[in-house]
């Protein structure tokens, strides 16, 4: 039912969690690459590094959750957002460092801020529209998460058709700057959740 995009909450509700998809998504498709190709680093030290993303969003998810019951939508989304904005800009500047532990810092405040905004962000989608209609925001919602997920799929996929050469960051730091706009975009988005103070 597209009219409960009609409901500015809603609407934003569902921008949000499509723009933060994409930045992780296409962080988690393209860091692999980054660090095989560019790097030379094997899967074993790829799946550590991306661990740092998964973990601290997995740890700060139940956090997010209770500060959500606790102080209201708005302000974990916005907190969530800036931290995931902070966090994916970091990696733009971290992927030129010969060393992989500012990857790692960049990488930890994106599941940070992913873990924060997440219960604050589905709560109002589902709060902003009629009870008897939860089911089918639902549905839109999770629809708008994997739309963000393929688009940053495709957009990877049109960007590196080519391999990346050994040594040359500078498409990785490109793409993480471009998905730095998105997150900020996101941090707007985030905004409009909730009002303020609710």
């Known amino acids: 039912d597209v009219r409960l995009f009609a409901r500015p909450h809603f609407a934003a509700a569902c921008a949000s969690i499509g723009l933060s998809n994409l930045v992780m998504y296409t962080v988690l498709l393209a860091?692999?690459?980054?660090?095989?190709?560019?790097?030379?680093?094997?899967v074993e030290t790829a799946g550590l590094v991306l661990a740092a993303l998964s973990a601290f969003a997995a740890l700060w998810g139940p956090i997010g959750g209770r500060w959500t019951d606790q102080r209201g939508r708005w302000l974990p989304a916005v907190v969530g957002a800036v931290i995931l904005l902070l966090g994916i800009a970091g990696l733009a500047l971290a992927v030129r460092q010969p060393d992989l532990t500012p990857v790692v810092i960049a990488l930890a405040a994106m599941g940070l801020g992913l873990g924060v905004a997440g219960a604050p962000v589905q709560t109002a989608a589902v709060?902003?529209?009629?009870?008897?209609?939860?089911?089918?925001?639902a549905g839109i919602f999770s629809t708008s998460r994997y739309l963000g997920s393929v688009t940053g799929s495709t957009v990877l996929a049109l960007l590196f058709v080519q391999h990346p050469q050994p040594g040359v960051a500078g498409p990785f730091v490109a793409l993480f700057a471009g998905l730095s706009l998105v997150a900020l975009l996101g941090v707007w988005a985030n905004a409009r959740v909730a009002e303020r103070g609710e």
């Open 31 to 42: 860091l692999p690459l980054y660090l095989a190709d560019v790097r030379g680093f094997g």
């Open 127 to 137: 709060e902003a529209v009629p009870h008897a209609q939860t089911g089918t925001a």
